[in-house]
C-alpha cells in the first residue's frame, strides 16, 4: 500500500505538472457561477436564449457558427425553442440553394435543417472585412481556447486603455486577457446593447455570460447528456466494483494468501 | 504447453479438437498455472488489452463517420461529436482511451523495471513489448493528425521534419513521407491508413507476448522461478480471472471520470481550431505521453544526433536484459537497485515535464542533465550494479519463504544445502 501511495503520488505530480505547465502563462480570469460546471450542471435554458440573442444581434454579423444547424436550436440540452420559434429564427434568414431546373442559383427562405447562415462567402472575404483579421468561427471556440468558457466571458469585459508605453495601431485593441493583449475586434458589449425579451436588464456582465453560456454549447451539445450518462456510469461501475472485490475475496479465501 | 494431455468429455467436443485443438487451448488458458503472490502491478497486462480492443472498436465506429479528407476531415469529427447517435461517447473514449493506454502501459513496463520481468528467461517477452510500445506511439502520434487541427497539422510537420535529419537522402524521405512538399491531403490519407493498419499489428503482437508468456510463465513479485503447477500457483481462472477484473473495473471508473467529466483535459486547446498551414501555434507540443521523448529530442543541440538520442532512448530498452547483470530479478531483493530505480522515475517525470516546456534556459538545462542521466542509468549504473550490489536473501518458494534462494530454482536444487 506505501508502494500504491508513492506511485499515485508521482502521478498526481506529474499531472500536476502538466496542468501547471498550461496554466503558468495564464492570467486570472473573471470568475462566474457556471450552471453547467460540475458533474450534475445543466445549462440554463434562459440564458441560452438570451445568449442566442446576443450572438445573433452582435456577435453574427462578423462570426460564423458553420457546424450549428437551426435545428439544433430546438433539441433537448440547448436553448430548447419551440419548433415554432426555430422555424422563425431559420426563415428570417436568405439561403442560398440550387441549382434549380433552369441551372440557376436562388435564394430561398432558411429552414430549420439549414447550417446556420454564414456572415461572409469564405475567409479571404471575411478578412477583407475585417482588416486582415479572421473573426473566427464560433462553434467550438471555447474548446479552442485554453481558459475555455472563463477566457471567453473574462475577454468580451477585458478592454481598457492600453498601459502607458504600448502603442496600438489603427484597428488595434488592447485587451488584458487576449494572448499578447492586442485585438483586433473592439470593444463590442455596451450597457443596454441588446433588449432581452425577458426583460433582464442587459448589462455587459449579463450580456458577456449569457453568450458565454451559449458558446459552451454550441461547443459542447450533449453536455447534459454527458454529465448524466457519467454519473449512471460512473454509480453502475462503483456498485459492480463494490460486488467484484466481494467475490474476489470469497475466491481467494480458498487460498492462504491475500488479495 | 500443458502438463497433462486435455480430452474433452463430449464426442463432439473430441472429434472437433483433434482436428482444431481450440478447446485444448482454452483450456491451458484456464488452467494456467499463475504464482500467487502476483500484486496489483500484474493486472495492467488484462487491463492493456481492454484498452487495445477498446480503441479498435471505437476506431472501427469512428471510421465509419471520418472523412480523411484535408478540407472535410476537422468537419467530419464535428459531425461525429453532434450529429452521429452517441458520436461524441465513442470519440470521446477513443481520444481518452489513447491516453489511459499510454498510463496502462508506462506502469505496465515500470512493474516490468522494478520486478525485472525482462530478466533471462522472458527477453523475448520483453523485446515484443518494447516493439508492441514502439507502434503504440506510432498509432497514437498518427491518430492524433487524424482531426485535421492546428495540433494534428503541426504536430504532423514538426515529427516528419525529422527525417530530414538523415543526411543525404533526408529531404527526399520527407517528401515520400508526406507524397508532397507539404503535408497535405495525401499526408492526411496515408496517415489514415496505417492508423488503421497499426491496432491490428498491434493486436498480432499481444498474442505473441502472451504466448511468449506463457511459455516461462509469469514473473512475480519476489522475482524466483515457480514450479508449475504447485502450491504456488493458482489456476488463472477463477482466481486471476476475477482479480484482474476487479482491477480493470476500478480503471474504467478513472477512465469514465475522464471521458464524462473532463473529456478535453488531456487534449490541447489548439486542435479545435482547423489546421492552417499559414498560421504556425504559439507552442507546438506533443501528447503528454510522447513528452519526455520529446525532451529528450530537444536537449541535443543538433538535429541528426537529437533523433537519435531520442530513438536511442526507446531502443535501449530492448538491450536491457543484457544491460542489467544483476542475477536476482526483484527490486525488493536489491537495495541499491531499488534507488536507482525511483530515482529513473523520478528522471523519465521530470523529462516529461521539460518537454511541455520552451526549451530554453533552465529548462534546457534540466533536460540535458536528466537526457544524460536517463542513459547513464541504463549504461553504467545497471551494468555496474549487477556486480557491486550486495543483494538479500532471496526465498526458496513464495508459501515457504526459506531464505538464501536463487532466481534458478534448478540452481538451486543441485546445491546440497538446500536438499531437503
Redesign the interface.
Known amino acids: 500500500m506505501k508502494k500504491f501511495s508513492r506511485i499515485s503520488f508521482l502521478i498526481f505530480l506529474f499531472i500536476g505538472f502538466q496542468l501547471s505547465s498550461n496554466a503558468a502563462e495564464k492570467v486570472e480570469y473573471l470568475k462566474t457561477d457556471w450552471s453547467f460546471k460540475g458533474p450534475f450542471g445543466k445549462f440554463d435554458r434562459a440564458a441560452l436564449q438570451r445568449g442566442y440573442q446576443v450572438y445573433q444581434e452582435v456577435c453574427s454579423s462578423c462570426h460564423s457558427m458553420k457546424y450549428l444547424s437551426y435545428r439544433n436550436l430546438v433539441e433537448k440540452g440547448g436553448p430548447e425553442f419551440s419548433v415554432e420559434q426555430a422555424k422563425a429564427i431559420a426563415a428570417s434568414f436568405e439561403v442560398k440553394d440550387g441549382p434549380n431546373a433552369d441551372g440557376e442559383m436562388f435564394m430561398r427562405p432558411g429552414r430549420l435543417s439549414d447550417k446556420l447562415v454564414m456572415p461572409y462567402e469564405n475567409e479571404k472575404a471575411a478578412q477583407a472585412a475585417n482588416g486582415g483579421a479572421y473573426p473566427p468561427d464560433m462553434t467550438v471556440l471555447v474548446k479552442a481556447r485554453g481558459g475555455g468558457v472563463d477566457y471567453i466571458y473574462s475577454l468580451l469585459q477585458g478592454y481598457e486603455d492600453p498601459p502607458i508605453g504600448v502603442s496600438l495601431d489603427d484597428g488595434v485593441y488592447y485587451n488584458k486577457y487576449m494572448y499578447g493583449n492586442k485585438i483586433k475586434m473592439s470593444n463590442q458589449l455596451s450597457e443596454g446593447l441588446v433588449e432581452y425579451s425577458d426583460g433582464t436588464n442587459a448589462s455587459v456582465e449579463q450580456m458577456a455570460k449569457d453568450v458565454s453560456t451559449f458558446l459552451m454549447w454550441t461547443a459542447e451539445p450533449h453536455l447534459e447528456t454527458r454529465h448524466r450518462m457519467g454519473f449512471k456510469a460512473i454509480v453502475y461501475l462503483i456498485i459492480l466494483t463494490t460486488l467484484v472485490y466481494f467475490s474476489m475475496k470469497r475466491i481467494w479465501s480458498r487460498v492462504k494468501t491475500d488479495v | 504447453m500443458s502438463e497433462h494431455e486435455y480430452i474433452p468429455k463430449s464426442k463432439v467436443g473430441k472429434w472437433f479438437n483433434d482436428r482444431l485443438p481450440l478447446l485444448t487451448l482454452a483450456n491451458h488458458l484456464t488452467d494456467y498455472p499463475t504464482p500467487?503472490?502476483l500484486n496489483?502491478w500484474w493486472t495492467f497486462g488484462g487491463i492493456l488489452t481492454f484498452c487495445l480492443i477498446t480503441q479498435i472498436v471505437t476506431g472501427l465506429v469512428l471510421a465509419m463517420h471520418y472523412i480523411a479528407h484535408a478540407d472535410m476531415a476537422f468537419?467530419s469529427v464535428?459531425?461525429i461529436?453532434?450529429d452521429v447517435n452517441y458520436g461524441?461517447?465513442i470519440r470521446?473514449i477513443h481520444a481518452n482511451g489513447a491516453s489511459m493506454f499510454f498510463?496502462a502501459v508506462y506502469?505496465h513496463i515500470f512493474r516490468s523495471l522494478f520486478y525485472g520481468s525482462y530478466k533471462s528467461p522472458r527477453e523475448i517477452i520483453w523485446i515484443i513489448g518494447i516493439i508492441i510500445y514502439l507502434l503504440m506511439m506510432a498509432a497514437a502520434f498518427l491518430g492524433y493528425v487524424l482531426p485535421w487541427g492546428q495540433m494534428s497539422f503541426w504536430g504532423a510537420t514538426v515529427i516528419t521534419n525529422l527525417f530530414s535529419a538523415i543526411p543525404l537522402v533526408g529531404e527526399g524521405i520527407v517528401t515520400w513521407l508526406w507524397g508532397g512538399y507539404s503535408v497535405d491531403n495525401p499526408t492526411l490519407t496515408r496517415f489514415f491508413t496505417l492508423h488503421y493498419l497499426i491496432p491490428f499489428l498491434i493486436l498480432g503482437l499481444v498474442v505473441l507476448h502472451i504466448w511468449a508468456l506463457h511459455v516461462p510463465g509469469n514473473n512475480n513479485p519476489i522475482g524466483i522461478d515457480v514450479k508449475k503447477p504447485s502450491k504456488d500457483t493458482?489456476p488463472f481462472h477463477?482466481?486471476i480471472v476475477?482479480?484482474d477484473?476487479?482491477a480493470l473495473?476500478?480503471f474504467?471508473?478513472v477512465f469514465?471520470?475522464f471521458?464524462?467529466?473532463t473529456?478535453?483535459?488531456l487534449g490541447h486547446?489548439?486542435n479545435?481550431?482547423e489546421a492552417n498551414p499559414l498560421v504556425t501555434p504559439?507552442h507546438i507540443v506533443p501528447e503528454?505521453y510522447l513528452l519526455p521523448f520529446y525532451a529528450i529530442l530537444r536537449s541535443v543541440p543538433d538535429k541528426l544526433l537529437g533523433v537519435i538520442a531520442m530513438l536511442s532512448a526507446i531502443l535501449i530498452l530492448a538491450a536491457l536484459p543484457w544491460l542489467d547483470t544483476s542475477k536476482i530479478r526483484s527490486a525488493v531483493f536489491r537495495p541499491l537497485y531499488k534507488q536507482f530505480y525511483w530515482i529513473l522515475?523520478?528522471d523519465v517525470?521530470i523529462l516529461?515535464?521539460v518537454g511541455?516546456?520552451p526549451a530554453e534556459g533552465l529548462y534546457l538545462l534540466i533536460a540535458r542533465i536528466a537526457t544524460a542521466y536517463y542513459f547513464l542509468h541504463f549504461l553504467v549504473v545497471l551494468p555496474i550494479l549487477g556486480f557491486k550490489e550486495r543483494t538479500t536473501p532471496v526465498p526458496l518458494s513464495i508459501?515457504e519463504p526459506i531464505l538464501g534462494g536463487s532466481p534458478n530454482l534448478a540452481t538451486v536444487k543441485n546445491k546440497d544445502s538446500f536438499k531437503g
Open positions: 500467487k503472490n496489483y468537419g464535428e459531425h461529436m453532434r461524441w461517447l470521446y498510463l506502469i493458482v477463477p482466481y476475477i482479480k477484473g476487479f473495473l476500478m474504467m471508473i469514465a471520470f471521458v464524462f467529466y473529456p478535453n483535459i486547446a489548439d479545435y481550431i504559439a503528454w522515475v523520478a517525470l516529461g515535464y511541455a516546456m508459501t
